[in-house]
């Protein structure tokens, strides 16, 4: 089985968000890059599939040169190979393009996206990936299966979950649960010594237009101090979220 | 020209995200002078979508989508896209929406906007502001195709009453086998429950609690709210509570009108995630809890004596007003 999985190069949550140039760039200034956490329990469940079942995982980004320190790190966790697509990223669907190339070229089986990624919280890379591709599909995977052609899927659904099959080839939409936080994989120092020397290709990236931008960004305004209330006065309470915030 | 909503049910009746949808719907179709359709999937009752501005329903009646797929609902809803030369197509924040929404853009060719948290800024180009960064900033994006896709946010825009004469018609689109690729093996739902998606008011306990058998107390302050129950990710990797009710950011988002949070210290990865509800309430014995810098409402002291006697208030107060 070759899998291939997608990883999107991300600010660490406990990141400083802020804006450049008349608030239409990122800042970066400062900022410590990790591989996207959804991206990450697809990743660690990947790594079960080749040491369990003998598959081979890839690793893609699509991103500068700057980026390959978080492929090098999958490398490390133990993903076989990786591949960076050399273009920065403007929008999912322009990413979901360049994935489909890659998918094509390389004949896998298995293809394994975060749902999300933690930045632009824009939920679309998989399955436009498997739209472009005609793959079947599954979003919000908490658990998946492989036995010969078929997977086993289950994914989160609105108050419960749904277990599923489908042949592959597949694409899925990961998240936690795939693998739980505990198993997530540390790249151990054997690890960083031999991601050294795995093949990470460069590809210059296919024609594709773009289909949207962020053109302009902006932080959510100065918030107002909490009102504290007396744990011997919750009528307060009661009344403030009935008179003033009126929810109850 | 019309624009297109999918107005999403559940057990052949309408989600109240699908009466928010046409809400915005109709506000963006007001200012652009044209109408809206909306497309519904096994859903006989459909009259209720006139109280929010639809003009018309296509309806599509299909045992075969008796279970959500999403490669045939998407099918469905970019073939209904192009039957009425709909540029703009709206959808809901439902994790069945979000899983369709994407097939739906490449179907169009689309550029697609998910979390999209208020009317278009501009109309050419078409800019609409989204939420980003885990709800620490916002995004003005710019959608530069023909078509556009648009998934709204949760409680972002509210239901507005805006009468209209609804039309009905039945619409039969050709599916393919294809679109039912993906057989579904079994299902477990929790019956009865409000689920964290739909509910309007959150009650989601923390490792102040103690331990699970706690959690009696916190059941009963949701009952009277009429909340459904969540828990933070420490609570459910200790197992004391099911991985569904983990909110945070790699656990599910809240956008509710209200949510309480009773014994959560407010790491910033949770408050990411219940970030976008409007007003948060937060009990917590730790004076310097992080969580109290973004709440609303909060309350210093030990949640095992304000819960219940919150509870027994709040009973109080509801029968009062009822």
Known sequence: ?248 | MSLLIYAESSEGKFKKVAFELASYAKKVAESLGTTVTAVTVNNNNVSDLSKYGVDKVLKVTNDKLSNFSAKAYADLIVKAAQKENSKIVLLSSTTDSLYLAPLVAVGLDAGFASNVIGLPVNMSPFQVKRSAFSNKAFNITEIETDTKVLALAKNSFGIVENQSSLSEENFEPTLNDADFNIKIESVEKGSGKVTIADADVVVSGGRGLKGPENWGMLEELASVLGAATACSKPVSDLGWRPHSEHVGQTGKPVATNLYVAVGISGAIQHIAGINSSKVKVVINSDPEAPFFKVADYGVVGDAFEIVPKLTQKLKEFKAANS
């Open chain 1, 1 to 248: 089985m070759k899998i291939l999985v997608c990883i999107s190069h991300v600010p660490d949550t406990t990141s400083k968000i802020n804006f450049i140039n008349g608030d239409t760039e990122f800042d970066t200034n400062g900022v410590q890059y990790v591989i996207n956490p959804n991206d990450e329990f697809g990743l660690t469940r990947a790594i079960w599939f080749q040491e369990q079942q003998g598959a081979n995982v890839t690793v893609v980004n699509i991103g500068g040169a700057d980026t390959e320190p978080t492929l090098r790190k999958a490398l490390a966790i133990g993903a076989n190979d990786a591949i960076r697509v050399n273009a920065t990223p403007t929008d999912g669907f322009y990413v979901a393009k360049q994935l489909a190339e890659v998918v094509k070229n390389g004949n896998y089986d298995l293809i394994i996206c975060g749902k999300e990624s933690l930045d632009y919280n824009g939920g679309m890379v998989p399955g436009m990936l498997a739209g472009l591709l005609n793959y079947n599909f599954v979003n919000s995977c908490i658990d998946i299966k492989v036995d010969g052609n078929t997977a086993k899927v289950t994914r989160e659904i609105d108050g419960g979950k749904e277990t599923v099959s489908a042949s592959l080839p597949l694409v899925i939409g990961g998240q936690k649960g795939l693998v739980e936080e505990k198993d997530l994989r540390i790249p151990n120092m054997r690890g960083i010594m031999t991601a050294r020397t795995k093949p990470l290709t460069n590809i210059e990236p296919t024609t594709a237009s773009i289909a949207s931008k962020a053109v302009k960004f902006e932080k959510p305004a100065p918030k107002s101090a909490v009102k504290l209330i007396s744990s011997d006065n919750l009528d307060e309470l009661i009344n403030l979220l009935h008179n003033e915030a009126k929810v109850i």
